[in-house]
């Protein structure tokens, strides 16, 4: 294995961290919210962890230049949806800047009027519980009122790159 020192200097360059960070293999996420106004918005994350079991929690980080972030803010509720194998193109979707994400997007009302999105391995329906500052992110800490959970197999991101699971017997 060999391994490659990128930068000794204190202030790591965005790329040295985007380099470090892709190693760390994740699930790829869709935040959907309904702004105030009626329009849905939705973005593609990675940045998504399981925060709290008691009360149920999960954390998201959204970037200051998301569209999303805002209309979240003020709706304070969001759907979290955890893409299955053959969305890509979901991600891709979700991932851009285009007007009407949700034209090609299988989807239905959730309780608090987040779209819930077809077709994923689980989604949950949150409602905004803290808002922290984060560098050039938010992190948004989500109280988790609703679970769905489908099944199958899911879609992963690693070094800037989609992939799926090849499933062997780990020793644990
Ligand atoms: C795999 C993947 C993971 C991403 N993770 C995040 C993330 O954790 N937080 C974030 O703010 N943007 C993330 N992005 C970038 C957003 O999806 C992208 O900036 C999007 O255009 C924002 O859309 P919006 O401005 O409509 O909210 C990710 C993109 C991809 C493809």
Same mark, same amino acid.
């Given at each position: ?7 000794a200097d204190p202030a790591i360059a965005p790329g040295e961290?985007?380099? *470090?960070?892709?190693? *760390? ?7 959907t919210t309904t702004h105030p106004d009626g329009q849905f918005? %939705? ?26 972030? %805002? ?6 509720? *969001?759907g979290l949806h955890f893409l299955a194998r053959e969305q ?45 500052? %984060? ?21 992963? /991101?690693?070094?800037?790159? /989609? ?10």
């Amino acid at each position: 294995m060999s391994e490659t020192i990128l930068s000794a200097d204190p202030a790591i360059a965005p790329g040295e961290l985007r380099a *470090f960070a892709g190693h *760390f293999a994740t699930g790829v996420a869709v935040v959907t919210t309904t702004h105030p106004d009626g329009q849905f918005h %939705g973005v593609t994350i990675n940045a998504v962890t399981s925060l709290s079991l008691t009360p149920p929690l999960f954390l998201i980080c959204l970037d200051h230049r998301s569209n999303t972030l %805002g209309a979240l803010l003020a709706s304070r509720h *969001f759907g979290l949806h955890f893409l299955a194998r053959e969305q890509t193109e979901i991600s891709r979707v979700f991932a851009s800047k285009q007007e009407d994400k949700f034209a090609a997007v299988p989807h239905r009302p959730g309780r608090h009027g987040s779209p819930l999105i077809e077709g994923v391995v689980a989604a949950a329906e949150c409602s905004v519980s803290e808002i922290c500052p %984060g560098g050039d992110h938010t992190i948004i800490i989500g109280a988790v009122d609703q679970v769905h959970v489908f099944g199958g197999e899911p879609l992963l /991101y690693h070094r800037g790159a /989609y992939a799926a699971l090849e499933r062997e017997r780990m020793v644990a």
